[in-house]
């Protein structure tokens, strides 16, 4: 495994960090993160967005590397195309007056 400076993995939020103002990855940024996955680093994703929300990120990058979604509640594995892991929060019981 050939990665820069040692850094195996890299997992990112998406808004306000790896998208620009036009909620898009720049060309020279996709092109750094496609360069450093060929080098054998793992680049992965960390966000409240849900499936639907991060799915055209994943085409465009071809992401291999399980994501975090839902702010943490899921886990996804792009390859398999399936929830590894998924928390629910129970739900609350409303009280009656």
Sequence with gaps: MIVHL?????ITDLDGTLL?????ISDKLMKRIQQYMRRGGHFSLATGRTLSG?????RALNLASPLILYNG????DPVEG????????????????
């Design 6 to 10: 040692g850094i195996r993995w890299i």
């Design 20 to 24: 620009n103002s036009k909620q898009q």
């Design 54 to 58: 991060v799915l055209p990120i994943i």
């Design 73 to 76: 509640a899921k886990i996804y």
């Design 82 to 97: 399936r929830y590894l892991v998924e928390h629910a929060r129970p739900p609350r019981r409303l009280k009656r007056h």
